[in-house]
């Protein structure tokens, strides 16, 4: 492994690192309520976590990671927004959070080496597998779009059930994604949140027992 595929590998990992970080928050929190929370401190984590991770996926030219941060991106803003946690955040971070997803989208569809039909043609990574990883990054993506259906029915920002059961499937597909694409950076966010996952689970149907 040469000193650029370890840069690359850094980078990925700091993003998965900061996502490992929201969720041991939101369990933590979550133990001592005794149901699963939605702190603000998840969402901010979400934003920055991402922005990494979509550089990540584009110096890896891997489709699936773009793809799935790409979709899920602006729930996390509007989630601090139903929260009443965006405007509190400092104006050149907020300029910088709506900026960059259009600096990247203006990127992926210009002629410069690592853009959107680089991503698409990647050959060191097999159709099907393309297909496998995509599909299962958009499951894991259809998370947010559960949360933030249920968030704005309302009002407010909730993890559910759905969202948690959702969050387990899609990851489970992204463990074998990773597994078979050689991804350490992707293998160890998914199988550090698959366990969390598993336990909002078991939060949310002990509260609903009761």
Same mark, same amino acid.
């Given at each position: 492994?040469?000193?650029?595929?370890?840069?690359?590998?850094?980078?990925?990992?700091?993003?998965?690192?900061?996502?490992?970080?929201?969720?041991?928050v939101? $369990?933590?929190?979550?133990?001592? @309520?005794?149901?699963?929370?939605?702190?603000?401190?998840? $969402?901010?984590?979400?934003? /920055?976590?991402? /922005?990494?991770?979509?550089?990540?996926?584009? +110096?890896?030219?891997?489709?699936?990671?773009?793809?799935?941060q790409?979709?899920?991106?602006?729930?996390? =803003? %509007?989630? +601090?927004?139903?929260?009443?946690?965006? %405007?509190?955040?400092?104006?050149?971070? %907020?300029?910088?959070?709506i900026? @960059?997803?259009?600096?990247?989208?203006?990127?992926? +569809?210009?002629?410069?080496?690592g853009?959107?039909?680089?991503l698409l043609?990647?050959?060191?990574?097999?159709?099907?597998?393309?297909? $496998?990883?995509?599909?299962?990054? =958009?499951?894991f993506t259809?998370?947010?779009?559960?949360? $933030?259906?249920d968030s704005?029915?309302?009002?407010?920002s909730?993890?559910?059930?759905?969202?948690?059961?959702?969050?387990?499937?899609?990851?489970?597909?992204? =463990?074998?994604?990773?597994?078979?694409?050689?991804?350490?950076?992707?293998?160890?966010?998914?199988?550090?949140?698959?366990?969390?996952?598993?336990r909002?689970l078991k939060?949310?149907?002990?509260?609903?027992?009761k």
């Open positions: 492994m040469n000193l650029s595929s370890l840069c690359i590998f850094a980078v990925g990992f700091t993003a998965q690192l900061l996502f490992a970080a929201r969720m041991i939101q $369990w933590v929190k979550s133990e001592k @309520a005794g149901k699963s929370l939605s702190p603000v401190i998840f $969402w901010q984590l979400s934003i /920055l976590g991402s /922005l990494i991770f979509l550089l990540y996926g584009i +110096l890896r030219h891997d489709f699936a990671i773009v793809l799935g790409v979709l899920v991106y602006f729930i996390y =803003v %509007r989630n +601090l927004h139903l929260k009443e946690q965006w %405007r509190p955040i400092p104006l050149i971070f %907020r300029f910088i959070v900026i @960059a997803p259009i600096i990247t989208l203006g990127y992926l +569809l210009s002629d410069m080496h853009n959107l039909t680089s043609k990647n050959d060191e990574i097999s159709l099907p597998l393309k297909i $496998w990883g995509s599909v299962g990054q =958009v499951i259809l998370r947010f779009y559960v949360q $933030w259906i704005e029915s309302k009002n407010e909730v993890l559910t059930q759905r969202f948690w059961f959702v969050s387990g499937v899609g990851s489970f597909m992204i =463990v074998i994604y990773a597994v078979l694409r050689f991804d350490p950076v992707l293998l160890f966010g998914q199988l550090s949140g698959l366990l969390i996952y598993l909002n939060l949310g149907k002990t509260r609903v027992g």
